[in-house]
Nanobody, 126 residues
């Protein structure tokens, strides 16, 4: 059974940085899609970034382009989300998601992912 564990969340002032990690146990990520989503209080869960493919294809939400970077370490079966220039609007619970099936139509859609982590809180104060 695949389990995902996120870490690295916390509180930071606007303009600061955090790096989130998502570690898989029970199975390696391989080249399958791994995404980060977030959910702020009172809002729907939204796509943040995804990484997939042997040649490392990355996808970002417009709101985080140029500020966030997703990367992976296949040997450690860990995916990272480097978040720079954080803004108060980035405050949310961040979730890691994994597509174990291998085929994916769109990395933006949360239903493409069948394994989820428990989430890690990111709070940005202005």
């Amino acid at each position: 059974q695949v389990q995902l564990v996120e870490s690295g969340g916390g509180s930071v002032q606007a303009g600061g940085s955090l790096r989130l990690s998502c570690a898989a146990s029970g199975r390696s990520f391989g080249a399958n899609a791994v995404g980060w989503f977030r959910q702020a209080p009172g809002k729907e869960r939204e796509f943040v970034a995804a990484i997939r493919g042997r040649f490392v294809r990355t996808t970002y939400a417009e709101s985080v382009k140029g500020r966030f970077t997703i990367s992976r370490d296949i040997a450690k079966s860990t995916v990272y989300l480097q978040m720079n220039s954080l803004q108060s609007e980035d405050t949310a619970v961040y979730y890691c998601a994994f597509n174990t099936k291998g085929t994916i139509q769109s990395a933006f859609n949360d239903y493409e992912y069948d394994r989820w982590g428990q989430g890690t809180q990111v709070t940005v104060s202005s």
